[in-house]
C-alpha cells in the first residue's frame, strides 16, 4: 500500500513563491504518473498539474502555466511543485496523487478518477 507524503506548504504574499514536495513509500516498482490537485474552501478540487513517470511530459492548467513547475526524481520517489508568482486565489489545500501510467491516465488525468493513491494535503495560504 503506498503512501503519499506532501510537504512545503505555507503562508506566502502575493507575487511570492512556494515549492511542494510529494514523497512516495510502500509501493513496489512500477511506472506511476504522479499529479497534483488543490481544494479552496467550498470549491471542489480541482486539476493543478501532472506529469509521467519518464518526466517526457508534463501537464498544467491554463490558471497556473508559465508560473508553476513540475518535476519528479524517481531514485528519491519524489514529485515537486514549484509555485512562483503566486496569485490569493492559490490558496487551497494541494494534494498530491499517484496512478498507473496507462490509457486512462492520459485519457483523464485532469480527473481524480486515475490516481489511485492520494496524500493528506498541505496548506498553501497567500496573503499579504
Known amino acids: 500500500q503506498a503512501q503519499l507524503t506532501e510537504s512545503g506548504g505555507g503562508l506566502v504574499q502575493p507575487g511570492g513563491a512556494l515549492r511542494l514536495v510529494c514523497t512516495a513509500s510502500?509501493?513496489?516498482?512500477?511506472?506511476?504518473?504522479s499529479g497534483w490537485f488543490r481544494q479552496a474552501p467550498g470549491k471542489e478540487r480541482e486539476f493543478v498539474s501532472a506529469?509521467?513517470?519518464?518526466?517526457?511530459?508534463?501537464f498544467y492548467s491554463d490558471s497556473v502555466k508559465g508560473r508553476f513547475t513540475i518535476s519528479r526524481d524517481n531514485a528519491m520517489n519524489t514529485v515537486h511543485l514549484q509555485m512562483n508568482s503566486l496569485k490569493p486565489e492559490a490558496t487551497a489545500v494541494y494534494y498530491c496523487?499517484?496512478?498507473?501510467?496507462?490509457?486512462?491516465?492520459?485519457?483523464?488525468?485532469?480527473?481524480?478518477?486515475?490516481?489511485?493513491?492520494w496524500g493528506q494535503g498541505t496548506q498553501v495560504t497567500v496573503s499579504s
Open positions: 510502500g509501493r513496489g516498482f512500477s511506472r506511476y504518473a
Open positions: 496523487g499517484e496512478g498507473r501510467e496507462n490509457s486512462d491516465f492520459y485519457s483523464y488525468y485532469r480527473r481524480e478518477g486515475p490516481y489511485e493513491y
Open positions: 506529469i509521467t513517470w519518464s518526466r517526457a511530459r508534463q
